[in-house]
């Protein structure tokens, strides 16, 4: 009998503990980048994210963040560009159809800013990022807003240019259910 209800309480311990962290449905996603081109900042938009997130504010240890974005869905605004970008002189997407990122830690900052580690992968060379990003929950629905800058020939994105800045600053921001 005592084995037994030492089995039980085991067992709502880790039910407990699985039930605190909830994956949540992600409703609404955009993922903007800018960079300069001769001098001009060309903004863009990468989509088809898909993404699993458990974040929980008051256990950063065992929140998680693993998302992802097609690389065929590059929008600059300009087919001739987005044919270009397309190209495995950039971003190769017949070969790397995806970018993904995979939280290694979070920081509580102040109120609801948070900072977050990361593996960034792009064409198959994976860095670390640090992006800052706010947690907002309203109702029924918590949103996330970041932002971090990466150079692009770090993930064999281009060559180095004369025209064109090796600096891609990328925002991120999407809304998930509770």
């Known amino acids: 009998m005592k084995k037994l209800y030492s089995l039980l309480i085991v067992f709502l311990f880790i039910s407990n503990a699985f039930s605190q962290s909830k994956l949540q449905t992600v409703t609404k996603s955009t993922v903007t980048f800018h960079i300069k081109n001769l001098g001009i900042t060309i903004d863009g938009t990468l989509a088809g994210f898909k993404g699993s997130i458990i974040f929980d504010p008051a256990n950063l ?33 017949a070969k790397y159809p995806t970018i993904n990122i995979k939280s290694v830690s979070f920081k509580h900052k102040s109120g609801n800013n948070y900072s977050g580690t990361f593996n960034l992968t792009i064409k198959n060379v994976t860095k670390i990022v640090e992006v800052p990003f706010t947690y907002t929950e309203t109702g029924n629905t918590i949103a996330y807003k970041g932002n971090f800058q990466i150079e692009r020939t770090d993930y064999g994105v281009g060559a180095s240019s004369l025209v064109m800045s090796n600096d891609v600053k990328v925002d991120i921001d999407f809304t998930t259910t509770k």
């Open 61 to 93: 240890a065992t929140s998680t963040i693993e998302a992802s974005v097609e690389t065929n869905t590059i929008d600059t605004d300009n087919g001739t560009r987005n044919d270009h970008l397309k190209s495995d002189s950039y971003f190769d997407v």
